[in-house]
């Protein structure tokens, strides 16, 4: 695919199960195509922090005084994604009824827990019931999952202890110098993706290979 985004969400809650009083702080949007990034979506929205679970806050860097100036109603931050993403989507869905609908291919990282779920509901309270996103979000979890599956007898390191992004930009080798903040989790994304991407194709053309090529 040559145009995709890769989505980032933070909330006001860490836990996977839907809390009823859990918001969304901060979506981020990063579209790259042909591996470059060509666009930018950001917001942070509007949230009540009596609410919110305190780690939460700490760990996404909320500050009253930047969210004062800076964030948005919910429904505005999710009209305007809803006009960017179509601005910018190039991919054309048919329905078995035939319908037709512009899309934007995204992925994330754990976006099929913790990012879809969310943005979903929200979009869907604010009125939107298709959101313009393909359908099957790819997940980086699971591609570092892959990856490490296919070459646990290669691999001379050890693993990572865990799938969490910045464990992972780690073990590769570059920094991920503002964890939780949702743009630059988007930005570290890309780079973890493209790593994956690679690393998979070769280690895949490898095991096609007769052993006496090798």
Known sequence: MAVVGCLDLETTGLDDEYQSDTEISQISL???EHGEEIAVFERKLHINPIYAQQTALDITGYDPKIWALEAVPPQQAIDELQ?????IARHW???N???QSLYLPIFGHNIWLFDVPRLRKLMLE???KYPPFWPHPLD???LAVWYFFINREHIKRVHPVNFKLETLATWFGFTHPNPHDALEDCRVNIKLAQ???RELVYSWKLRQEPANVR
């Open 30 to 32: 990063v579209v790259i």
């Open 83 to 87: 006009t960017f993403c179509l601005d």
């Open 93 to 95: 869905h048919i329905s």
């Open 97 to 99: 009824k035939g319908w």
């Open 126 to 128: 604010c009125g939107y």
């Open 140 to 142: 980086t979890y699971q």
């Open 195 to 197: 790593i994956l991407m």
